[in-house]
């Protein structure tokens, strides 16, 4: 085995799986929310978009489910 070798020729190519990893959404957010995100974001020194979808995750794996009063009369 050599101890060091030449990439330098080695030609590039897409990972065929990455398109299979994630789908792209829009979505709307509040402000406040996307500030909020944003700032753990870079207290912990990562995309805030990595982040939400690691708290959406989290809510996946615990099978939370959302709770929602909606108020009476209108």
């Known amino acids: 085995m ?12 897409k990972n065929p799986y990455a398109s299979k990893l ?3 959404v ?5 402000q406040d929310v996307v500030e909020y995100f944003k700032g753990m974001a ?7 978009q990595s982040l939400i979808n690691l708290y959406l995750r989290d809510c996946l794996a615990k099978s939370r489910k959302v709770q929602i009063n909606w108020p009476q009369g209108a």
Do not use: F
């Open 22 to 24: 994630k789908k792209s």
């Open 26 to 30: 829009t979505m709307r957010l509040s």
């Open 2 to 13: 050599k101890a060091e070798y030449d990439l330098s020729r080695l030609k590039s190519r």
């Open 42 to 48: 870079d207290e912990a020194g990562v995309p805030y």
